[in-house]
């Protein structure tokens, strides 16, 4: 383990081992600035001298490895999971948003000139971005990096969802002929509706997905079946998933989509790196450096060649990247107004607090006083902590939680 070292100035310099950094502080030449990652800042002039740093990052549409070496030390590892939950979020705010609208501001106009923006990308894959993008400032601002290597990975999205296709069945797909997906749907059912076939005499046909999109379901021609409106309405009206000939199907080229976005962005992002591939990765990973599949032990390989080897070091950054609080209107008379519910008993959620029943986050509130903590994945350490007088707030919440892990055990 090592501790990281910035000038009088904050400019990062080479990290120290535990032992000079407790003399520092013990002859007040230095102050701590940052406890996770445990960060001083010099207090005195000094030299700038540094070594060649080279760091590695794992990209990922769910968790993101990062390292960095010098020579043949590990400086720093780190696993970031990235957020999953902005979809989510977003459609409660709109919720939120459209009840205000019909029960409270009926006298606005509609506004649609913020819809469909060229080159938008969407929320969830731009915070995705942004944390690949928060975790290389983290690293620059703890470390003198002086060379970045990235692994990009391309899929060929036609040959996951069909592996047989070869040559020219690449041009030759179920949609030949038609001008989108729907026409293709219509076609394949017979312009008939799915479930009762004629019955209902409603001859307006709609196209429905088999497995909801909400669960993941996808807009290929597997997943849609024509229904007539009638029984569209029907269906959405009981939310069931009735049974039809055709078996829906999820959605297999999700993160091979995302990753591709994240690759094309990062490069337009204007951060300079060195492009290296997965197959490489592996190599180093499992016939030189023999170490397990893992988010951060890909990125050790990034960082070495091939002929370099690697002295193990057992402390990782564990990162979440969290939301920066709970939806709250900001313009109104109701922003004036605290949400009673946003802190209890001067504790938000995700605020790192200390207990006799161990060290965590708080996970959920009552307000009886007795709260849940977890752990930074999530695992619940205690469901009731009395936090009114047996509770030591360690740091407020932050939009990236923090916690050291080690392979076989796990501390702070």
């Known amino acids: 383990m090592r501790v990281f070292v910035l000038n009088k100035d904050g400019k990062p310099l080479m990290p120290t081992f535990p032992v000079i950094a407790r003399l ?21 002039e000094t030299t700038e001298f540094t070594q060649p740093i080279t760091a590695g990052m794992d990209t990922g549409s769910v968790m993101v490895g990062c390292a960095a070496i010098s020579g043949n030390q590990i400086l720093y590892q780190s696993e970031v999971i990235l957020r999953n939950d902005i979809k989510e979020k977003m459609t409660q705010r709109r919720q939120y948003r459209r009840t205000r609208r019909t ?8 506004r649609f000139d913020n819809r469909g923006k060229e080159g938008k990308i969407a929320p969830s894959i731009r915070s995705k971005i942004e944390s690949h993008i928060r975790e290389k400032n983290c690293v620059e601002s703890i470390l003198p990096v002086s060379k970045w290597i990235v692994e990009t990975a391309s899929f060929d999205i036609h040959k996951i969802t069909n592996p047989t296709v070869e040559g020219i069945d690449y041009q030759n797909g179920d949609l030949k002929g038609f001008y989108n997906v729907k026409q ?5 059912d017979n312009y008939t509706c799915q479930y009762c076939f004629g019955k209902s005499k409603d001859k307006v046909l709609e196209c429905h997905h088999i497995i909801f999109r909400k669960n993941k379901g996808t807009d290929t021609p ?11 309405q029907d269906l959405h009206a009981k939310y069931t998933q009735k049974t039809f000939p055709i078996h829906g199907v999820l959605s297999k080229t999700k993160h091979a989509t995302e990753i591709g976005i994240i690759k094309s962005q990062l490069r337009k992002s204007g951060w300079i790196f060195e492009e290296t591939f997965g197959y490489l990765t592996k190599f180093r990973r499992e016939q030189i450096l023999k170490l397990p599949k ?3 032990n890909d990125a050790i390989a990034i960082c070495c060649n091939d002929y370099q080897v690697i002295q193990p070091d057992d402390t990782i950054y564990t990162k ?7 939806y709250q209107q ?22 790192l607090i200390k207990t006799i029943k161990g060290i965590g986050f708080v996970k959920g509130k009552r307000s009886s006083g007795y709260f849940a903590i977890c752990d930074i994945f999530n695992k619940t350490i205690s469901s009731s902590v009395k936090v009114k007088s047996e509770c030591i707030r360690l740091q ?8 050291l892990t080690r392979r076989n055990s796990s501390t702070r």
């Open 24 to 44: 520092l502080l013990k002859e007040k030449k230095a102050k701590v600035v940052h406890k996770t990652p445990f960060t001083i800042k010099l207090l005195y």
């Open 103 to 110: 029960r409270k501001t009926r006298y606005r106009e509609p």
């Open 184 to 188: 293709y749907v219509l076609f394949r």
């Open 222 to 232: 597997k997943n849609l079946i024509v229904l007539c409106q009638t029984c569209h």
């Open 294 to 296: 893992t988010h951060s």
């Open 320 to 326: 979440k990247h969290v939301a920066a609080g709970d």
């Open 330 to 351: 900001t313009t109104g008379k109701r922003s004036e107004k605290k949400i009673p519910t946003e802190k209890l008993f001067g504790l938000r959620k995700f605020d």
């Open 396 to 403: 407020a919440r932050k939009t990236t939680l923090v916690q």
